[in-house]
């Protein structure tokens, strides 16, 4: 990965702040091809003792509402069992078939916080999305 070395670095003291209980997003725009997927492999690659969550975000579902965190959520499912019971209902419901789907975005982040709680347990958890456009 030629000319990302500030990126890498950024990237691994985010990694290493986690490992000591700081959390931190990073959001990675651009056009194709500028090595966003690379810099996420990269960070992948260096979450050494994180649970990494992977979600590939396909042009054509984009009308799908929340189908993205589906797919994000899908390895822990079955943490929603530790969940209140309004918060496990609000991450199982179901997407109507207009794309729509009957939960806020303010009450899906509440129900998604803990979750990601549960799912990095004693350690650290790098949920990493992955946009994919399709012709």
Known sequence: MQGRAEERRHVERMLANS???ASSSLLLHGEAGIGKTTLLEHAAAHA???????????????????????????????LLDRLPGPQAGVLRASPHPNGTCGRSIASTSTAIRPVCSAAAGSGSLQARPHHVTTP
């Open 19 to 21: 490992r000591r209980g």
């Open 48 to 78: 050494d003792g994180m649970r990494v969550l992977r979600v590939e975000g396909i042009e054509s579902e984009m009308e799908l509402a929340f189908g993205g965190l589906h797919q994000l959520l899908l390895p822990v499912l079955d």
